[in-house]
T-cell receptor, first 116, second 118 residues
Framework: SQKIEQNSEALNIQEGKTATLTCNYT??????LQWYRQDPGRGPVFLLL?????KEKRKERLKVTFDTTLKQSLFHITASQPADSATYLC???????????????FGQGTELSVKP | DAGVIQSPRHEVTEMGQEVTLRCKPI?????LFWYRQTMMRGLELLIY????????DSGMPEDRFSAKMPNASFSTLKIQPSEPRDSAVYFC????????????????FGNGTRLTVT
């Protein structure tokens, strides 16, 4: 079965620096990979989606890369701010051939703390 | 847009009692998902519906769990009887998709119901 590994330890960085979060997966390459942000007591909020044939996707200070050879996605937040502090989850959408339509599988998440 | 609405926000009940969680998806979305989140297991998909029809309930842990979607604007997740190990945060999410697939349409989550079974 598909397994997703995200940095289990919290990531602490200084304001203004670039935060880089890792999402590794085993088994099949997903059709899509998504990143979500979750704040305490709230549901996850969608940030970015990247397709298997895309190498990189950007949105404002956010950048996601997708390397199907390494089976890895990296999530970058440039010029980080204390308001970026949250837990970030990656989620995989299986390809149609796996006949698991709709089973968006989430990683455990990485907690990011940006200090002023 | 009010987003996905879940109720109640918190539920504390005793073991053996019936628990019903409620969800109102975003209007126009045709897929609805129930997830459970715990520290140990993270976010787990329990069941999802497409056009009000259950597509995959393989994530439902036991027969004690059941879910319904009587119409496009309402879904319930019921646990009967509840057990302490059911304690978790239960999320409902909705999206636009084909047979539940997210594709280009990400999930929109509610803020969850925190269930505590004593």
């Amino acid at each position: 079965s598909q397994k997703i590994e995200q940095n289990s330890e919290a990531l602490n960085i200084q304001e203004g620096k670039t935060a880089t979060l890792t999402c590794n997966y085993t088994n099949y390459s997903p059709a899509y990979l998504q990143w979500y942000r979750q704040d305490p007591g709230r549901g996850p909020v969608f940030l970015l989606l990247i397709r298997e044939n895309e190498k990189e996707k950007r949105k404002e200070r956010l950048k996601v890369t997708f390397d199907t050879t390494l089976k890895q996605s990296l999530f970058h937040i440039t010029a980080s701010q204390p308001a970026d502090s949250a837990t970030y989850l990656c989620a995989l959408d299986p390809p149609p051939s796996y006949n698991q339509g709709g089973k968006l599988i989430f990683g455990q998440g990485t907690e990011l703390s940006v200090k002023p | 847009d009010a987003g996905v609405i879940q109720s109640p926000r918190h539920e504390v009940t005793e073991m053996g009692q019936e628990v019903t969680l409620r969800c109102k998806p975003i209007s126009g979305h045709n897929s609805l998902f129930w997830y459970r989140q715990t520290m140990m297991r993270g976010l787990e998909l329990l069941i999802y519906f497409n056009n009000n029809v259950p597509i995959d309930d393989s994530g439902m842990p036991e027969d004690r769990f059941s879910a319904k979607m009587p119409n496009a604007s309402f879904s319930t997740l019921k646990i009967q009887p509840s057990e302490p190990r059911d304690s978790a945060v239960y999320f409902c999410a909705s999206s636009l998709g084909s047979r539940g697939r997210s594709y280009n349409s990400p999930l929109h989550f509610g803020n969850g119901t925190r269930l505590t079974v004593t």
